[in-house]
């Protein structure tokens, strides 16, 4: 909701007036937080009321002409030069940027000669100061503008003002109008709420009034319709379009702009028909025919359902009610009477319809919110007074007002000492009258119970505790003293949650998370050349599935994630690392047949990814993917969760979907968590992939998770790294290579790092060569030359007699 600081002041008696900071201080304080503050002004300065006394032709060129504009009574004229075509006669008010004025698009004025003469500035058009898109001509103020001369533009153009943003909870439509703001910093200042002027004793004429017909008060509990004859439509004044400029509304005429003008400032919706587009004489409210044509006011036919609540003029729709009027009774320029509608319609009703036809609008975000019945003659005759003051037009006949059922808001008792049991403070009966009559609220009784009656535009409070919460919002929440909880025990630590371990550090490892559907193809469970007797190839049937691609669960991650390598591919994009964590389901036991599947369905986790193309580099592509890069990425989610220091084996296997030689199982504590490797040239086929994709797959449920992290002393005494290169046969595996060295239990050794794996020809058939990092420490001492050595001459003496190896 947008507030103008100026107009909220209007609707406030305060002794004194707040600034507009303090102003918005005051609001967030009482809950209504303001979300900006924008100072409507502050977009140019220099700019100054300025009185045209005289103009002439510029002697070199036709399209100039020599303004004398003086800045105050009797002073001296300035000559400017100016290329408008409206320049008005002497005595029109015109707006000069002076020498030294900053607009809108950064430039500050200097004098400038134009065609041999020099202009001590400018005078503005619209656009030059940011105020629309106009350029045909520069501002001329109305003759009955009263501004001085010499005064800031801001002044004539109502811009000397704060627009505060409010942001209205979802259940306060009552502060969706300047009034109930007004109502929310009368009350946390304590000032007094000043109505607008609804007097319509001088416009007033009497003659027989329209009649009203309310079908069904459940959907319209109140509608109000008067006639305003006599109008004229004309550009509205300059403060009414300048205010709703400023809240976001688009100025259209003077009969229209004072509909949206009341809207804004009481909250109230309303409409206006043009009168003599409408026969009938009675005005109806009554549900919409299925299937009903109607075209709405900006000119789209809309079909309508039962739902849809319309205002008819007799039997022809002529409105959607608080959604949007029609095309055929709109105010147009040659409209001379007018039919005032204000009402309240059911909430949920005027929802529904906006959504479905995606008309939302700012009457219908008022009544989706709630609209006090008891504001809609307030607001008519403030309208009714407004058009006939703004339009010149007469007020006829009586307000047809149909209210079939009154609401009368019901008392609510309150407990004193249940207010000072919610709100911890020492509140007591005064203090809580005081604060809810400022608010509007009825209060009697004394002692320990009163009664609290809210007034009718507070729909939202109907409980003591509601009350007791409004208590509070006046007296301060910085009255709450800040008291922590007693704990008996110290709280406990929440057991980390190992998928989001995993998926928060494949992610921070530069992986693509994919999540793809739990469900899947039926031959995607054979894809991947597992045995019959394996429960991945088992899969749980879908009774109802939306199609074939979903006819069964899946069984593994894996699948699914190569389908969407597939996809990137055919999409253009060759470079994909994709993880994915989520369930599987199993079948669970052998032969399991048939058997309901809420008895037999087992969801373990997996955390899988696939590999494809080029790792990404700083400059182009980096360089390709291997089986290496799954491995690591399978170790970096498996020590995400059981922590940096777990010993993880890797162990050559056979595996089906995998190319033989070319990955693994990974290993802890002798139990086999995960899988990684090249995926099989036969699997791949089966996917449409031609090009060498790796993979790994984890079981979640195997891999211990690690307690919370211990802080450890950072060493003070250096490390030492002795390397040792070993010509050995390629089937060794690096694993094997890194057990011999742990083995040794050297409590020296605290770390060891493989740096490379060689392979060439020149080395032999079936040999490689592997160059290892061992790290040494003490913790109480820098170790010598000699203790390392001794240490590393029995790790290589153990690497020799267990390994064919040789040391360079």
């Not at 047949?593 to 080029?614: C, M």
């Not at 086929?685 to 802080?711: K, N």
Request: aromatic residues 4%; contains cysteine.
């Amino acid at each position: 909701m947008k507030v103008l600081y100026s107009w909220l002041l209007e609707l406030c008696d305060l002794d004194k007036l707040p600034t507009p900071q303090e102003a918005a201080a005051a609001l967030t304080r009482g809950g209504l937080e303001i979300e900006g503050m924008t100072d409507l002004g502050a977009g140019f300065s220099g700019v100054v009321v300025a009185q045209v006394v005289g103009k002439k032709p510029h002697p070199d060129s036709t399209k100039l002409t020599l303004v004398d504009v003086i800045t105050e009574r009797d002073g001296a004229a300035t000559q400017v030069v100016c290329g408008a075509n409206n320049v008005p006669a002497p005595g029109g008010k015109v707006l000069w940027a002076q020498v030294g004025a900053r607009l809108p698009n950064g430039m500050t004025l200097a004098p400038k000669p134009v065609k041999g003469i020099v202009s001590p500035g400018m005078l503005c058009s619209e656009d030059e100061l940011g105020l629309g898109s106009d350029h045909s001509g520069i501002v001329v103020l109305g003759e009955d503008d009263r501004t001085a001369l010499g005064a800031p533009a801001q002044k004539a153009l109502c811009l000397d003002d704060w627009l505060l943003e409010v942001n209205a909870p979802a259940n306060r439509g009552d502060v969706l109008g300047h009034l109930g703001v007004a109502r929310e910093l009368c009350a946390m200042l304590r000032g007094r709420l000043v109505p607008p002027d609804v007097d319509l004793s001088a416009f007033a004429a009497s003659s027989a009034s329209v009649r009203v017909a309310i079908a069904d008060p459940e959907t319209c509990p109140r509608y109000t319709a008067r006639v305003i004859e006599g109008v004229r439509v004309a550009p509205s004044p300059r403060r009414i379009a300048a205010r709703l400029q400023a809240v976001g509304v688009r100025p259209i005429s003077n009969l229209v702009d004072i509909t949206n003008y009341v809207m804004f400032e009481l909250g109230q919706p309303l409409h206006a028909f043009d009168a003599d587009t409408l026969k009938a004489g009675v005005v109806g409210v009554t549900p919409a025919g299925d299937g009903e044509p109607f075209t709405t006011l900006d000119n789209v036919a809309r079909t309508l359902v039962p739902g849809d609540l319309v205002i008819r003029d007799g039997d022809r729709a002529v409105a959607l009610a608080g959604v949007m009027g029609g095309l055929d009774t709109e105010v147009t320029a040659g409209t001379t009477r007018v039919l005032l509608e204000a009402a309240s319609f059911k909430a949920i009703a005027v929802r529904r319809t906006a959504r479905r036809l995606g008309l939302h609008s700012e009457a219908s975000h008022r009544f989706e919110r709630g609209v006090d019945p008891e504001l809609a003659a307030l607001a008519s005759a403030r309208a009714a007074r407004l058009m006939c003051t703004v339009a010149g037009g007469t007020a006829v006949g009586a307000l047809a007002d149909a209210y079939p059922r009154p609401r009368a808001p019901a008392a609510i008792s309150v407990r004193l000492p249940r207010v000072r049991m919610l709100t911890g403070v020492p509140l007591d009966a005064p203090a809580c009258r005081d604060a809810l009559e400022r608010l509007g609220f009825g209060v009697t009784g004394t002692g320990d119970v009163f009664e609290a009656t809210p007034p009718s535009a507070r729909q939202d409070v109907s409980r003591e505790v509601d009350v007791i919460e409004e208590v509070l919002r006046v007296v301060g929440y910085d009255q709450v003293t800040g008291t922590l909880p007693a704990l008996r025990t110290a709280p406990g630590v929440r057991p980390p949650d190992a998928a989001e371990l995993a998926r928060a550090a494949l992610a921070n490892a530069g992986a693509m998370e994919a999540i793809t559907f739990g469900f899947q193809a039926a031959d995607r469970c054979t894809a991947l050349g597992l045995p019959a007797t394996d429960r991945r190839t088992q899969p749980i049937a879908v009774r109802n599935p939306m199609s074939v691609d979903q006819a069964v669960m899946r069984t593994s991650l894996v699948p699914n994630l190569l389908a969407a390598v597939a996809r990137n591919h055919s999409h253009g994009r060759r470079d994909v690392a994709l993880f994915e964590v989520g369930s599987v389901f199993l079948r669970r036991g052998e032969g399991a047949g048939e058997r309901e599947l809420h008895e037999l369905a087992d969801e373990p986790t997996y955390v899988s990814g696939v590999l494809s193309g080029r790792r990404p580099g700083h400059i182009g592509h980096g360089a390709p993917y291997d089986v290496f890069d799954a491995k690591s990425l399978a170790l970096v989610a498996i020590r995400a969760v059981a922590g940096p220091s777990v010993a993880v084996r890797v162990r050559g296997a056979a595996l089906p979907f995998l190319h033989p030689g070319v990955g693994g199982e990974l290993l802890i504590d002798r139990e086999v968590v995960g899988v990684f490797g090249e995926v099989h040239m036969d699997v791949r086929a089966r996917f449409g992939l031609h090009v060498p994709v790796f993979a790994f797959d984890l079981d979640l449920a195997r891999i211990p998770v690690a307690s919370p992290a211990q802080m450890r002393p950072i060493p003070r005494h250096p490390a030492s790294a002795r390397d040792v290169s070993l010509l050995l046969a390629a089937a060794v595996p690096a694993a094997r290579v890194e057990e011999v060295i742990t083995n040794v239990a050297d409590p020296l050794v605290s770390r060891v790092q493989l740096l490379e794996d060689y392979r060439d020809a020149k080395l032999g058939d079936g040999m490689k060569s592997m160059l290892w990092s061992i790290e040494y420490r003490a913790a109480d001492r820098t170790l010598t030359d000699a203790e390392i050595d001794k240490a590393h001459e029995a790790i290589v003496g153990r690497l020799v007699e267990h390994l064919p190896a040789q040391r360079r």
